[in-house]
């Protein structure tokens, strides 16, 4: 994961990015925690995206069949074990780490470059295959929205782009959207109070966690805030990872790390149902596969599958 993340804009230092305020805890409650969420930063890879195992507590057409499951972790081996630091020059750095003998993954190669004539990180991931494999996968950026007044700030993405929510509630009784949406433009998305709203404008209204998707978004989303004088933006190739998970994460977790002080937005490119994992992505039979959205990618042996992204910071 990346931490610590300091952005030079006119003179100014900004932090746009997240870092989890439980970083420095220590204590049996915090060393029972995932190593996901003892660590949780600013951006990392996942790779497979999701959950492991296979819900079957959803509406019937999410439901997936059977399909092997290689991931014990949540968001894949690489967001819970250490990586390697191969190479850290003044610009760059390179990462690897090597994944078990019993997944169909080799190893992942990740490199980070800074630009040195605008305030921007661009970003590659490489997955190498023992054998040809497919599953879901993502990055995960994710922004602060702390100290921001509900609606104060906007997401950019493309007009025509499209939401879907989770397919049930997140946090009992927290989500801001109704369950199960599909395919609905951003400005009239249903609320759980029976409005709608435009799903551009954040932090959403009172304590909630939610979870999104949106497509064709054209591989550009950012996220306007004033609080920081600044945009900050996520761009990737639409044509391998055609959706975006938005996680929105507003003080809806009132129970230990969280205690209901996360005030944060994922911006994850993904090709994933969600974060259902592998079984689910796997499928040709949900929502999102039948619309023909890709929900995983195809890795074989003797190609690896690269993808670049990078996030820039703007003055606003």
Do not use: K
Request: aromatic share 8%; net charge negative; with cysteine.
């Amino acid at each position: 994961m990346l931490h610590d993340c300091v952005f030079r804009l006119d003179g100014r230092a900004v932090r746009p990015l997240y870092d989890a305020p439980w970083r420095g805890d220590s204590g049996p409650d915090h060393d029972a925690l995932p190593r996901i969420i003892q660590g949780l930063g600013s951006e990392w890879p996942c790779v497979p995206f999701g959950r492991p195992g296979l819900d079957m507590a959803l509406p019937a057409d999410w439901v997936s069949g059977e399909a092997a499951n290689w991931s014990d972790w949540a968001h894949g081996f690489c967001s819970n074990n250490d990586w390697r630091l191969e190479r850290r020059g003044d610009d760059a750095l390179r990462a690897v780490i090597d994944y078990p003998d019993s997944t169909p993954i080799l190893r992942l190669e990740r490199e980070v470059r800074l630009l040195a004539d605008r305030p921007w990180l661009a970003l590659s991931l490489t997955v190498h295959a023992r054998r040809e494999a497919r599953f879901p996968l993502g990055l995960h950026p994710v922004l602060s929205m702390e100290g921001a007044a509900p609606g104060t700030l906007r997401l950019e993405m493309r007009e025509t782009a499209r939401v879907w929510s989770f397919p049930v509630d997140v946090e009992p009784g927290r989500n801001r959207y109704l369950p199960d949406l599909r395919d609905c433009p951003l400005d009239r998305v249903p609320t759980t109070d029976g409005g709608r709203v435009d799903v551009r404008s954040m932090p959403p209204e009172g304590q909630t966690e939610d979870l999104l998707m949106l497509t064709a978004t054209g591989g550009r989303v950012g996220l306007e805030n004033p609080v920081q004088g600044c945009v900050t933006t996520v761009s990737w190739d639409e044509g391998q990872l055609p959706a975006c998970a938005l996680w929105v994460s507003n003080g809806g977790r009132d129970y230990y790390p969280w205690n209901g002080r996360v005030a944060a937005l994922g911006i994850e490119p993904v090709a994933s149902a969600f974060d259902l994992g592998i079984a689910h992505s796997l499928s040709d039979a949900t929502p999102l596969a039948r619309q023909g959205i890709a929900t995983h990618v195809t890795v074989h042996a003797d190609r690896p599958f690269t993808v670049g992204y990078g996030i820039t910071v703007d003055r606003l």
